[in-house]
């Protein structure tokens, strides 16, 4: 995609694409980044898997979910970037321990980890349509990022595909925590969580009002992803810009952005940022009726743009 400067005049220029000098150098920016890229917290670097299955993760992490992730990085893709993260993310699930340990070492002993769907992201500066085609096929929590260099201080990264709403699945059984594993083979004794889970037993009304909703959120754009988690469905674009949960009688909803830079005519908002809540956000809104679907949808729209 190219990218221009307006200058003088009304006259543009192209801003010509650059190249990193080396993988290390992308991955060094990245990770020096991770929550303002990504919304994700930094954890490791260049972790080993030991010497039975010898290799080195590139950057892990732990997103705004409690969601392990990890990262590979490539200055150009090649056939094997889908693989190598393929057999990195089976190790963490037969290594959840040494993952727990590493977090606590990094973002304190009471940061909690969900299980139930680790996130594997690849970023290149290209992936074929045999690599798109093959992620979909395969059907794990994989994200493709492309990125750019423009001149010496441009950075543009955009997602390659969407992760469909799939069933999220918890690696610890009902009743158990979810950062705990259960045995030391790393069980998959998997819950499954879905948005059907979470309008079981609602009014006609309510489903209704969160289909509406869904509606409109997945209208912002192509490349939205929907996630269910134990209490509530997540909708993110890199980052999370919004997170639902469902009420027997309305529909409470919370906005990752700053309660200061919202624009709430309305005000339909309330900061929580003091509050303990289930989302990410620190923005809440409460959904009751059809009425209200534009006036929060507009909300939920400003949040949205936070991450594009």
Same mark, same amino acid.
């Given at each position: 995609?190219?990218?221009?400067?307006?200058?003088?005049d009304?006259?543009?220029?192209?801003?010509?694409?650059?190249a990193?000098s080396r993988?290390? $150098?992308?991955?060094?920016?990245?990770?020096?980044?991770?929550?303002?890229?990504?919304g994700?917290r930094?954890?490791? $670097?260049?972790?080993?898997?030991?010497?039975?299955?010898?290799?080195r !993760?590139d950057?892990?992490?732990?997103?705004?979910?409690g969601?392990?992730?990890?990262?590979? @990085?490539?200055?150009? $893709?090649?056939?094997?970037?889908?693989?190598?993260g393929?057999? @990195?993310?089976? /190790?963490?699930?037969?290594?959840?321990?040494?993952?727990? +340990?590493?977090? &606590?070492?990094?973002?304190?002993k009471?940061?909690?980890?969900?299980?139930?769907?680790?996130?594997?992201?690849?970023?290149?500066e290209?992936?074929?349509?045999?690599?798109? @085609?093959?992620?979909?096929? !395969?059907? $794990?929590? !994989?994200? #493709?990022?492309?990125?750019? #260099?423009y001149?010496?201080?441009?950075?543009?990264?955009?997602?390659?595909?969407?992760?469909?709403?799939?069933?999220?699945?918890s690696?610890a059984?009902?009743g158990?925590?979810?950062?705990?594993?259960?045995?030391s083979?790393?069980t998959?004794?998997?819950?499954?969580y879905?948005?059907?889970?979470h309008?079981?037993?609602?009014?006609?009304e309510?489903?209704?009002?969160?289909?509406?909703?869904?509606?409109?959120?997945?209208? #912002?754009?192509?490349?939205?992803?929907?996630?269910? +988690?134990?209490?509530? =469905? =997540?909708?993110?674009?890199?980052?999370?810009?919004?997170?639902? /949960? !469902?009420?027997n009688?309305?529909?409470?909803?919370? #906005?990752?952005?700053?309660p200061?830079?919202?624009?709430?005519?309305?005000?339909?908002?309330?900061d929580?940022?003091?509050?303990?809540?289930?989302?990410?956000?620190?923005?809440?809104?409460?959904?009751?009726?059809?009425?209200?679907?534009?006036? =929060?949808?507009?909300?939920?729209? &400003?949040?949205? &743009?936070?991450t594009?």
């Amino acid at each position: 995609m190219p990218l221009f400067r307006i200058c003088g005049d009304q006259k543009v220029e192209q801003i010509k694409t650059q190249a990193f000098s080396r993988e290390r $150098s992308l991955q060094r920016l990245i990770e020096k980044n991770l929550n303002t890229l990504l919304g994700i917290r930094f954890v490791a $670097s260049e972790f080993p898997t030991g010497d039975r299955q010898r290799g080195r !993760i590139d950057t892990l992490g732990l997103d705004q979910d409690g969601t392990p992730v990890i990262i590979e @990085y490539k200055k150009t $893709s090649n056939e094997n970037v889908i693989n190598q993260g393929l057999f @990195y993310l089976d /190790w963490l699930l037969d290594h959840k321990g040494d993952f727990t +340990v590493q977090v &606590q070492r990094a973002l304190g002993k009471d940061c909690q980890i969900d299980w139930s769907n680790p996130r594997l992201i690849l970023i290149a500066e290209n992936f074929s349509e045999y690599d798109k @085609y093959a992620v979909n096929r !395969i059907g $794990s929590n !994989i994200e #493709l990022w492309i990125y750019r #260099l423009y001149g010496e201080d441009l950075l543009y990264m955009e997602p390659m595909n969407s992760v469909s709403p799939t069933k999220s699945r918890s690696t610890a059984p009902e009743g158990k925590p979810n950062n705990q594993d259960q045995s030391s083979g790393g069980t998959r004794n998997m819950i499954e969580y879905s948005v059907e889970n979470h309008l079981q037993g609602k009014s006609p009304e309510i489903i209704d009002l969160f289909k509406q909703l869904q509606e409109r959120i997945f209208s #912002l754009g192509e490349d939205i992803n929907e996630k269910a +988690v134990k209490h509530y =469905v =997540v909708y993110k674009h890199g980052k999370n810009f919004c997170e639902v /949960w !469902i009420q027997n009688e309305k529909i409470k909803i919370w #906005l990752d952005i700053a309660p200061d830079v919202l624009n709430d005519p309305l005000h339909l908002a309330r900061d929580v940022t003091k509050v303990g809540h289930w989302g990410t956000g620190d923005v809440e809104i409460n959904l009751e009726n059809d009425a209200q679907l534009e006036p =929060v949808f507009d909300l939920i729209r &400003q949040s949205y &743009q936070q991450t594009v």
